[in-house]
């Protein structure tokens, strides 16, 4: 069994910060990839950064120059931070992984039950 555990959303005031925490557990393998989607009301589920194992980073031109994916050092955990929040920042932040569990030879996608980011306005 594998777990994506999210932490770190609430309500923030516009031009706030926030961190994303999401903690990957279970029977693991290898972890190819990890990343942040978030999904506003009524919109599709967008990419909002990615991190691959080498560390190479990619970001939504929305959150550009504003945010930073990271991983700690058993490259388990994933966190965002993101800085200057606005309203349209406001969703619900799925955590991704794309990963190998034990005793598989083939990477499947895991998704976590997702945190709610609202930022005032």
């Known amino acids: 069994q594998v777990q994506l555990l999210e932490s770190g959303g609430g309500l923030v005031q516009t031009g706030g910060p926030l961190r994303l925490s999401c903690a990957a557990s279970g029977s693991i393998d290898s972890i190819n990839t990890m990343a942040w989607y978030r999904q506003a009301p009524g919109k599709q589920r967008e990419l909002v950064a990615s991190i691959f194992i080498e560390g190479t980073t990619n970001y939504a031109d929305s959150v550009k120059g504003r945010s930073t994916i990271s991983t700690d050092n058993a490259k388990s955990t994933v966190y965002l931070q993101m800085n200057s929040l606005q309203p349209e920042d406001t969703g619900v932040y799925y955590c991704?992984?794309?990963?190998?569990?034990?005793?598989?030879?083939?990477?499947?996608?895991?998704w976590g039950q997702g945190t709610q980011v609202t930022v005032s306005s």
């Open positions: 991704y992984a794309d990963l190998r569990r034990t005793g598989s030879r083939f990477y499947v996608v895991h």
